[in-house]
C-alpha cells in the first residue's frame, strides 16, 4: 500500500525556510527534521490564511504576525499540552535565527523572544499503585512472552524503554558471585550505566535472549529483535502494555515511563541516596532526579499527619507506675503530671472538633493547677 503524503507547501517563503531546516538539520535525526518541517508548515499556513500579503522575509513583524501564530497554537482545539506548544515555538525560533544570520537580517532573531515561551511545567512522577504493580507483574509472569518480560525488565531496572529496546545480547555483566549488572548504552541523555540486578534481572535477560533466538530475524547483535525501525518496536510495546491493562480492568493511560517512576520511587523508600539514585537511573542533572523527590517528600508529609492525629505509632500509651507515689506535695505534682501526659496524648487522638477544643481548655487548667501547686510546694 502506497504511504500518502502531503502535496508541497505553496508559499512564497516557504524555500527560504526550507533552506534554513536544510543547514539546521545537517547533523540531527530525520524525526528532528519532521519536527522542523511541522512546524514551519502550520506557521505558512497560518501567514496564508491571515496575513496573505507577506510574501518576503523582510515583512515579518513581531506583530502581528509572530504574536498572531502564538495565540492561534493557544486556541487551538483540541488544546495543545504545554511541552508540545513549548517545542513548536523553540523550533520557529531556532529557524528564525538561522534566517537572520543567512540573510543578514538581525531583527529576524529577535521575533520570537524568550519571554513568550512558557514555563515547562512541573509535573509529579506518576509511580504505579501498589495494586497496579502487583496486577501487572502477576499476569507479566502468566503470560511470560516477549512484551511481559520486557516490562518486568523495565520494572526492575528503572530502564526508559528506548534504552530496553537497544540493549544488546551481551548486555548481561557478570559483577561477582550472584552479582548482576545491566550495561544500558548510550540512551536519551548520551550517556551509558551499568544497572545493578539480582537473579531475577539475570533470568529475565535469558528468557528474552530464548525468544530471540526463536526470531526469524537475522542476528544484528541487539537484545530484542526489530522487524522494523526502532520507534516500531516501542510503539508495538506500549500496544501491548494498552492490551494487558485492559484486560485487567485498569487505566489504559498507563504508559512504559511508569515503570521507571516506580522503580526510582521504590529506589528512594528502601533508603538509596540521592547521588546514588541519579546514577541508577542515568540523570546528569540533579534537578531531573529531585522529581522523583517530591514522591518521597509527600509519603513524609502523609506520615507526619499520621503521627499527628494518631501519636500512639510513635509513643506508646504510659503504663502505670508499679512504685509507690511520693509523699507530701511531691506525690500531688506526680499525680498532677501523669494525669496531664495521659490527657494530651488522649487529646492528639482526636479529630479537630469541640471535644479536643473542650481537653485543650482542661489541659490548660492542669497546668495552672500544677504552677499553683509548686509555688506551694516551694513556700
Known amino acids: 500500500m502506497k504511504r500518502w503524503r502531503r502535496p508541497p507547501l505553496q508559499h512564497p517563503l516557504a524555500l527560504a525556510f526550507a533552506s534554513a531546516i536544510e543547514s539546521l538539520c545537517t547533523a540531527l535525526t530525520p524525526s528532528s527534521t519532521r519536527n522542523y518541517d511541522i512546524v514551519v508548515r502550520h506557521f505558512l499556513v497560518y501567514l496564508a490564511a491571515e496575513h496573505p500579503e507577506v510574501t518576503r522575509i523582510e515583512q515579518l513583524r513581531r506583530d502581528p504576525h509572530i504574536l498572531g ?7 487551538q482545539t483540541p488544546p495543545l499540552a504545554t511541552t508540545t506548544c513549548i517545542g513548536r515555538l523553540f523550533a520557529l525560533r531556532t529557524i528564525l535565527n538561522e534566517l537572520a544570520w543567512t540573510n543578514q537580517l538581525p531583527e529576524l532573531a529577535h521575533l520570537l523572544r524568550r519571554e513568550d515561551i512558557p514555563r515547562t511545567p512541573h509535573t509529579l512522577p506518576r509511580p504505579l499503585t501498589a495494586e497496579q504493580d502487583q496486577l501487572l507483574e502477576q499476569e507479566f509472569l502468566r503470560r511470560n512472552d516477549l512484551g511481559g518480560n520486557v516490562f518486568l525488565l523495565l520494572r526492575r531496572t528503572g530502564m526508559r ?6 540493549l544488546s545480547f551481551d548486555c548481561l555483566r557478570s559483577a561477582g558471585p550472584d552479582q548482576w549488572a545491566i550495561h544500558v548504552p548510550l540512551g536519551k541523555l548520551k550517556t551509558e550505566r551499568m544497572v545493578p540486578g539480582d537473579a531475577f534481572v539475570r533470568d529475565l535477560v535469558h528468557r528474552l535472549r530464548f525468544f530471540r533466538s526463536l526470531d526469524p530475524l537475522p542476528a544484528d547483535g541487539r537484545l530484542i529483535a526489530r522487524p ?3 520507534v516500531a518496536i516501542v510503539v508495538q510495546l506500549r500496544d501491548y502494555l494498552h492490551r494487558v491493562c485492559h484486560s485487567l480492568g485498569l487505566s489504559t493511560r498507563i504508559v512504559p515511563h511508569q515503570f521507571r517512576h516506580t522503580y526510582a520511587t521504590e529506589m528512594l523508600r528502601s533508603g538509596v541516596s ?13 534537578e531531573m532526579t529531585m522529581r522523583y523527590v517530591d514522591v518521597a517528600l509527600t509519603d513524609l508529609q502523609r506520615e507526619f499527619q499520621l503521627a499527628r492525629a494518631k501519636p500512639r505509632h510513635l509513643a506508646p500509651q504510659p503504663k502505670p507506675s508499679s512504685s509507690k507515689l511520693r509523699a507530701g506535695f511531691n506525690g500531688l505534682v506526680d499525680s498532677f503530671q501523669a494525669s496531664q501526659h ?16 473542650c481537653l485543650d481548655r482542661l489541659a490548660n487548667r ?13 513556700t
Open 69 to 75: 501564530w502564538t495565540a492561534c497554537l493557544r486556541a
Open 342 to 357: 495521659a490527657l494530651e496524648v488522649f487529646r492528639r487522638s482526636l479529630p479537630n472538633n469541640d471535644k479536643r477544643q
Open 366 to 378: 492542669l497546668t495552672k493547677i500544677l504552677a499553683e501547686i509548686r509555688k506551694l510546694q516551694t
Open 228 to 230: 522494523g525501525s526502532k
Open 274 to 286: 540521592f547521588p546514588v539514585l541519579m546514577k541508577l537511573l542515568g540523570h546528569v542533572n540533579p
Open 161 to 166: 524503554i528506548g534504552e530496553c529496546a537497544d
